[in-house]
C-alpha cells in the first residue's frame, strides 16, 4: 500500500509539474487570441467590430491598416460630424487583389454614417423631451410621435437620398461589395444598403432604395434611375470608385463624369484597385477634389511583389488544339478544388464550356452575353460548390470571391497585361496559396513579353510529358527596351508600329540600329522596268516573332500593261443604250 502511494504521488507532482510548464510557454507565445483586437485601436464603432469578429476577423490587413485611419475624419468623432467641421482626405489605393481593399472603404464610411444617425437620433429625442417639457409647463398634452410613412406608398414616395456611393465596373462586383456591407452592418440599427445593377427588375431595386444609406451600383442603370427621378445624388457625402482603373477606362468615363458632376459636394473620394496605370492616375486627379492637390496616395506592394503565394507558370502550344489537350490534363488534376478558365472571346467562353461538359467536367460559361438572372444563379452553384469548374471572359475577373478557387487557368490571353493580374487574383485570396497556369501559342510571346514587362516577374516555362510543343523555339526571347514608362523621348518599340530595334539587332531597313543610314538620291534607283530580285524565302525562327532581312529599294513599279478588272471590260463592251 506505501508503495503504490508513493508511486501515485510521484505521478500527480510529475502532471502538476508538466501543467505548470505548459502555462509557462503558453504565457511566453501569447496566441492571436490573446492580441487585441486590432480594428479596436483603428477606432471603429463597437457595432461594426463584433461585425468583423463574427465573420472570423480580429487583425486588420495591411492595406485596412493603413488605409482606415486616413479615410475617417481628422476631427474627433464625436465633434459635430453634421455640423461640416471636420475634413475629409481624399485617398487613391493600390494594393493586390484579395487584401481586403473591399473592407478598407466599407468600414470607415460605414462608421461616419453610423455615428452621423447616432447623432440625428439624440438630437431628435432632446428636442421631443424639450417640447414635452414645455407642454407640461403650459400644462397641455405632450405631443406625439411622428409616425413613419409606409414608403411602398405612391402617395409617400420620395427620391432616395443616399449619403455614401460605391461605383463597380460589373454586376457580379458589385453585388459582391454589397453582400459584404450588408454582413458589416447587421449590428448596426437603421443603416440600409441598397444594390442597384443591370439586368434586374425596376421595381425591386426601388423599393430596395427607399430609406438607404448607402450605395453600391453600377454607373448605368444608376443614372437610368437618377434620370427617372428616383434617386437623388445631391446628399451624396462620401464617393468610392471600386476597381478604378477599369471604371475611368473609355468605356465608363463618359458616365463617371455624369456622376462625378451630381456629387459635387461630396466630401470625401476614394479610389481602390489593384492596378494604377500612369494613364488612369490622370484621369483619376480630375475626379478628385482640387484637382487631386491633397489626395494621400497608398501603394501596399510594388509590382515585385504582386501575387507571391501564387505560384505562375507558363505552358507553350502549338495551337488551340493541343492548348486542348494540356487543359484537358491540368483539369484532371485531383488536387483541384475548384477552377476558373478564362476564355479570350464569348465563343471560346461557350464552346469551351460545352466540350467540357461533354468531357464529364462540371462545368459552366459565364460571359456578358448572358441575362443577369442566369449569371447569378451560375456564380451561386459555383459559391455553393455545385460547380467545380467555370468557364468566363473578363466579367469575371473582378468580384468573385470564392475561397476554395484553387487553380486558374488562362486558355485565352487578356487583351490588357493588368486584366492578368485581376484574373489570377481569383485563387489565392485573403494569404491563401494558388496556383495560376497560362496556356500561349508562339505566335502569343509579344503579349507574354507584355505581361512580364507590366509584372516584372519572368514566367517559368514548364512542359508535360508526352504533350510537348513540336514546333520549333528560338532560344533567344526578343530584347524589350522599353523604359518604366513610356512618353515623349521614349525609344519605340517595333511591336507598337514604331521603328526601334529588331531583336537582331537590326533597323528598320535591316541596316545595323547603332549606324546611320547613308544618303540616297535618284540616281541609285535601278532602270524604270527592271524586276526586284528575290531571295530564296527564308522559313524557320523567323516565323515565330523574328524580323525578316529586308530586301533594298527596287524603285517604282514598271511602266507597261495597266491592269484592269475583268468584270469592267465586260460592262465597258456592251453598247450603252
Known amino acids: 500500500m506505501t508503495d503504490t502511494f508513493d508511486v501515485t504521488e510521484d505521478l500527480l507532482s510529475s502532471s502538476s509539474l508538466d501543467l505548470q510548464a505548459a502555462d509557462i510557454a503558453m504565457d511566453a507565445a501569447p496566441s492571436e487570441s490573446a492580441l487585441p483586437n486590432g480594428f479596436v485601436l483603428l477606432g471603429l464603432a463597437p457595432e461594426l467590430v463584433q461585425a468583423v469578429e463574427d465573420l472570423g476577423f480580429t487583425q486588420p490587413t495591411a492595406v485596412q491598416e493603413r488605409a482606415i485611419p486616413l479615410a475617417l475624419p481628422e476631427m474627433g468623432n464625436d465633434q459635430a460630424l453634421d455640423a461640416g467641421k471636420q475634413r475629409f482626405i481624399d485617398l487613391m489605393v493600390s494594393s493586390q487583389t484579395g487584401s481586403g481593399k473591399t473592407a478598407a472603404f466599407l468600414l470607415p464610411v460605414l462608421h461616419t454614417l453610423l455615428t452621423q444617425q447616432q447623432q440625428a437620433v439624440a438630437q431628435e429625442r432632446l428636442a421631443f423631451e424639450r417640447a414635452a417639457q414645455e407642454a407640461a409647463a403650459k400644462g397641455e398634452a405632450p405631443p406625439k410621435r411622428p409616425k413613419r410613412k409606409d414608403p411602398t406608398n405612391a402617395r409617400h414616395f420620395k427620391p432616395a437620398t443616399p449619403g455614401a456611393l460605391v461605383l463597380c465596373p460589373t454586376r457580379e462586383l458589385a453585388q459582391q461589395v454589397a453582400h459584404d456591407g450588408i454582413d458589416l452592418v447587421k449590428h448596426c440599427r437603421g443603416l440600409r444598403i441598397a444594390n442597384v445593377v443591370g439586368g434586374m427588375p425596376y421595381q425591386l431595386q426601388i423599393a430596395k432604395l427607399q430609406n438607404a444609406n448607402l450605395v453600391v451600383a453600377t454607373p448605368g442603370r444608376l443614372l437610368d434611375l437618377q434620370r427617372s427621378g428616383q434617386i437623388d445624388l445631391s446628399k451624396v457625402q462620401f464617393l468610392v470608385v471600386d476597381e478604378a482603373d477599369r471604371m475611368l477606362d473609355l468605356g465608363f468615363s463618359d458616365d463617371l463624369a455624369d456622376i462625378n458632376h451630381l456629387t459635387e459636394q461630396r466630401r470625401q473620394t476614394m479610389m481602390f484597385s489593384a492596378t494604377f496605370a500612369p494613364r488612369i492616375q490622370?484621369?483619376?486627379?480630375?475626379?478628385?477634389?482640387?484637382?487631386?492637390?491633397?489626395?494621400?496616395?497608398?501603394?501596399?506592394?510594388?509590382?515585385?511583389?504582386?501575387?507571391?503565394?501564387?505560384?505562375?507558370?507558363?505552358?507553350?502550344?502549338?495551337?488551340?488544339?493541343?492548348?486542348r489537350l494540356l487543359l484537358d490534363h491540368w483539369l484532371r488534376d485531383s488536387n483541384i478544388d475548384q477552377a476558373i478558365v478564362f476564355a479570350s472571346t464569348q465563343v471560346e467562353c461557350d464552346s469551351l464550356a460545352n466540350d467540357l461538359q461533354q468531357d464529364g467536367f462540371s462545368a459552366v460559361a459565364l460571359h456578358g452575353a448572358l441575362s443577369q438572372g442566369?449569371?447569378?444563379?451560375?456564380?451561386?452553384?459555383?459559391?455553393?460548390?455545385?460547380?467545380?469548374?467555370?468557364?468566363?471572359?473578363?466579367?469575371?475577373?473582378?468580384?468573385?470571391?470564392?475561397?476554395?478557387?484553387?487553380?486558374?487557368?488562362?486558355?485565352?490571353?487578356?487583351?490588357?497585361?493588368?486584366?492578368?493580374?485581376?484574373?489570377?487574383?481569383?485563387?489565392?485570396?485573403?494569404?491563401?496559396?494558388?496556383?495560376?497556369?497560362?496556356?500561349?501559342?508562339?505566335?502569343?510571346?509579344?503579349?507574354?513579353?507584355?505581361?512580364?514587362?507590366?509584372?516584372?516577374?519572368?514566367?517559368?516555362?514548364?512542359?508535360?510529358?508526352?504533350?510537348?510543343?513540336?514546333?520549333?523555339?528560338?532560344?533567344?526571347?526578343?530584347?524589350?527596351?522599353?523604359?518604366?514608362?513610356?512618353?515623349?523621348?521614349?525609344?519605340?518599340?517595333?511591336?507598337?508600329?514604331?521603328?526601334?530595334?529588331?531583336?537582331?539587332?537590326?533597323?528598320?531597313?535591316?541596316?545595323?540600329?547603332?549606324?546611320?543610314?547613308?544618303?540616297?538620291?535618284?540616281?541609285?534607283?535601278?532602270?524604270?522596268?527592271?524586276?526586284?530580285?528575290?531571295?530564296?524565302?527564308?522559313?524557320?525562327?523567323?516565323?515565330?516573332?523574328?524580323?525578316?532581312?529586308?530586301?533594298?529599294?527596287?524603285?517604282?513599279?514598271?511602266?507597261?500593261?495597266?491592269?484592269?478588272?475583268?468584270?469592267?471590260?465586260?460592262?465597258?463592251?456592251?453598247?450603252?443604250?
Do not use: C
Open 282 to 323: 490622370q484621369l483619376a486627379m480630375r475626379v478628385m477634389h482640387d484637382n487631386g492637390a491633397s489626395v494621400k496616395r497608398i501603394q501596399i506592394d510594388n509590382p515585385q511583389e504582386k501575387h507571391s503565394n501564387i505560384k505562375q507558370v507558363l505552358f507553350w502550344a502549338d495551337n488551340p488544339q493541343h492548348k
Open 374 to 577: 442566369l449569371r447569378n444563379r451560375r456564380l451561386m452553384a459555383l459559391r455553393q460548390g455545385q460547380v467545380q469548374i467555370l468557364v468566363a471572359t473578363d466579367v469575371a475577373a473582378r468580384g468573385i470571391d470564392v475561397p476554395t478557387i484553387t487553380h486558374v487557368f488562362n486558355f485565352g490571353l487578356p487583351m490588357k497585361a493588368e486584366d492578368y493580374t485581376h484574373r489570377i487574383g481569383r485563387t489565392g485570396r485573403a494569404g491563401r496559396d494558388g496556383l495560376a497556369v497560362t496556356f500561349a501559342e508562339f505566335r502569343d510571346r509579344r503579349r507574354i513579353s507584355d505581361i512580364e514587362f507590366y509584372s516584372k516577374q519572368p514566367f517559368k516555362a514548364e512542359v508535360i510529358p508526352g504533350l510537348e510543343p513540336k514546333q520549333r523555339f528560338p532560344q533567344t526571347r526578343p530584347q524589350d527596351d522599353r523604359g518604366a514608362s513610356r512618353g515623349r523621348g521614349a525609344p519605340r518599340d517595333s511591336r507598337f508600329g514604331g521603328r526601334g530595334p529588331s531583336p537582331e539587332g537590326l533597323g528598320f531597313e535591316g541596316r545595323a540600329s547603332g549606324r546611320p543610314a547613308a544618303p540616297r538620291s535618284f540616281s541609285d534607283r535601278p532602270p524604270l522596268g527592271a524586276k526586284p530580285a528575290r531571295g530564296p524565302r527564308q522559313v524557320g525562327a523567323q516565323s515565330f516573332g523574328q524580323d525578316a532581312p529586308r530586301s533594298e529599294y527596287a524603285g517604282p513599279k514598271p511602266a507597261g500593261k495597266v491592269f484592269v478588272p475583268r468584270d469592267f471590260k465586260k460592262r465597258a463592251a456592251k453598247p450603252s443604250r
